[in-house]
Structures are given as structure tokens and as C-alpha cells.
């Protein structure tokens, strides 16, 4: 089978909904031991019960990610593990003069020092193996300047240089690092923050964040699950310390 995951173990921090979601039911398809890295949410027991439906061996850990010890413990567990994926973050709505040093430090926090505490953890499992796959979550606003993203739009770009980091520091040890960069993808996420942040005017805003794709639409979190899902595997063996833009023409159709 193409694309196979068969005896692969991947760990998948934030994969309880959304992108995180479509991409463990897609990697336990694929033959993947999964283990989901979340928060404990309405939506966790829905996931790994779906994801155990083609992996028994799966399983939910409620882990706080931005806890370095927790998060050494529970990998610590762990003599082999073939995949990570950072893909839990927050997001956040502001400039520079209107972002609060509290929320600066909460969103790099989660999405910064939270794939930094997983990196960490997961490298002297995978180096004494000789063999792993790293796959970040960037976004489009770590290439492009996004209104009112200050705060997101650093921890994205911290994500794309540390994936490059990392790449050129584990070459040597058989250690692939790539990254994902999404424009907006249609997820339980984004429907909460539409209506948290515009509540006087959801279907208007939807209309127009879709419309800020080149291609109509936002993406869908299969779709984004799908790149994934070849960047871990042994068919992408020669790609390392890359962004892949996934955009609907988001970076260079936009004039």
C-alpha cells in the first residue's frame, strides 16, 4: 500500500479536532499507532474511538503541552516513536500596541514552547533509533504580514525556522523536519473564533475569510491530513527541513 504507516507510532499533539482530528483517523487508516497529545475536550473520546476503529494499540493522553515535564513523561514512555506532529495551537487577534504581554506569553507558550518541549522529548528516542519524522503546523502568516495576527503570526514563524533548525541539526542522525504552512482551513476552531469575535455578523465574516483564498474556499482538514500524511511517510524520505505552503493560492494568486 502506498503511503503505508503499517508498525509506524506517531504522536499527535492537538489531534482531538480539526486538522489534529483528520489527521489521526487518516494515520491509523494508513496503518499508524496513534496517540493524541490534547487537552481533554467533548471531542476527545469521539476521535479515539473512531482512530481505535483501525488501531487498537491507540490512545489518548491528556497532556498539556506547555508543561516540559509532563510532556518528558509521557514520551519517556515511549522506546520508538517514528512520527511527531506539532500540530496544537491557539490563535490570536491583535497588533502589537493592543497585545498584552500576558497574551504574548500565553499563544508562544502553546505554540511555540509547546512544539520545543515535544522536539525535545521525542529527539534521544529517535536518534538512538536513527530514524524519525518531525512535522510542524506554520501557516501562511509566517511568510505573508497578516492584519491584526502580531501575536500569531510570530509564533508561526518561529515554528517554519525551527523546523529548518532541526532539520540541519538531525540530517546525520536519520531524523527527517518539514513543515506545513495552511491559509485558512475550514475547523471547529474557526467557527468558535467567528463566533466569539463576530458574533453580530458569523455569515458575513465566514464569506469573507473563504473569499480570501485565491480558490474560493477554505481548505478542509482532510485535505491538509492528506500532505501530511506523504510528508511522514518512507515515500518522502528525500524531503527534509521544507515549508509546504498549502494555500489555495493564498501567497502568489493574491493581488
Given at each position: 500500500?502506498?503511503?503505508?504507516?503499517?508498525?509506524?507510532?506517531?504522536?499527535?499533539?492537538?489531534?482531538?479536532s480539526g486538522i489534529g482530528r483528520a489527521i489521526s483517523i487518516l494515520f491509523a487508516q494508513?496503518?499508524?499507532?496513534?496517540?493524541?497529545?490534547?487537552?481533554?475536550?467533548?471531542?476527545?473520546?469521539?476521535?479515539?474511538?473512531?482512530?481505535?476503529?483501525?488501531?487498537?494499540?491507540?490512545?489518548?493522553?491528556?497532556?498539556?503541552?506547555?508543561?516540559?515535564?509532563?510532556?518528558?513523561?509521557?514520551?519517556?514512555?515511549?522506546?520508538?516513536?517514528?512520527?511527531?506532529?506539532?500540530?496544537?495551537?491557539?490563535?490570536?487577534?491583535?497588533?502589537?500596541?493592543?497585545?498584552?504581554?500576558?497574551?504574548?506569553?500565553?499563544?508562544?507558550?502553546?505554540?511555540?514552547?509547546?512544539?520545543?518541549?515535544?522536539?525535545?522529548?521525542?529527539?534521544?528516542?529517535?536518534v538512538k533509533n536513527s530514524l524519525g519524522v518531525i512535522l510542524n503546523m506554520a501557516s501562511?502568516?509566517?511568510?505573508?504580514?497578516?492584519?491584526?495576527?502580531?501575536?500569531?503570526?510570530?509564533?508561526?514563524?518561529?515554528?517554519?525556522?525551527?523546523?529548518?533548525?532541526?532539520?540541519?541539526?538531525?540530517?546525520?542522525?536519520?531524523?527527517?523536519?518539514?513543515?506545513?504552512?495552511?491559509?485558512?482551513?475550514?475547523?471547529?476552531?474557526?467557527?468558535?473564533?467567528?463566533?466569539?469575535?463576530?458574533?453580530?455578523?458569523?455569515?458575513?465574516?465566514?464569506?469573507?475569510?473563504?473569499?480570501?483564498?485565491?480558490?474560493?474556499?477554505m481548505a478542509k482538514p482532510i485535505e491538509i491530513a492528506h500532505l501530511a500524511l506523504y510528508?511522514?511517510?518512507?515515500?518522502?524520505?528525500?524531503?527534509?527541513?521544507?515549508?509546504?505552503?498549502?494555500?489555495?493560492?493564498?501567497?502568489?494568486?493574491?493581488?
Open positions: 500500500m502506498i503511503f503505508s504507516l503499517e508498525n509506524k507510532i506517531a504522536i499527535i499533539t492537538g489531534g482531538s494508513q496503518g499508524a499507532e496513534v496517540h493524541i497529545f490534547d487537552l481533554k475536550s467533548s471531542l476527545s473520546e469521539d476521535t479515539i474511538s473512531e482512530v481505535k476503529q483501525f488501531n487498537q494499540k491507540s490512545a489518548f493522553h491528556p497532556v498539556d503541552i506547555t508543561n516540559e515535564q509532563l510532556v518528558l513523561n509521557e514520551i519517556n514512555s515511549f522506546e520508538k516513536i517514528d512520527i511527531l506532529i506539532n500540530n496544537a495551537g491557539i490563535a490570536q487577534i491583535g497588533n502589537v500596541e493592543n497585545t498584552s504581554s500576558e497574551d504574548f506569553q500565553k499563544i508562544f507558550d502553546v505554540n511555540v514552547k509547546g512544539a520545543f518541549n515535544c522536539i525535545k522529548a521525542v529527539i534521544p528516542t529517535m501562511v502568516a509566517s511568510s505573508v504580514g497578516i492584519p491584526d495576527r502580531f501575536g500569531y503570526s510570530m509564533t508561526k514563524g518561529a515554528i517554519k525556522s525551527m523546523t529548518q533548525s532541526i532539520a540541519k541539526d538531525y540530517i546525520s542522525k536519520g531524523i527527517r523536519c518539514n513543515c506545513i504552512s495552511p491559509a485558512r482551513v475550514h475547523t471547529p476552531f474557526v467557527d468558535g473564533f467567528i463566533q466569539k469575535n463576530y458574533p453580530n455578523n458569523q455569515n458575513e465574516m465566514y464569506e469573507k475569510l473563504s473569499a480570501s483564498q485565491p480558490i474560493g474556499r510528508l511522514c511517510s518512507d515515500e518522502a524520505s528525500f524531503a527534509t527541513g521544507c515549508d509546504y505552503p498549502l494555500d489555495g493560492g493564498f501567497l502568489y494568486l493574491n493581488n
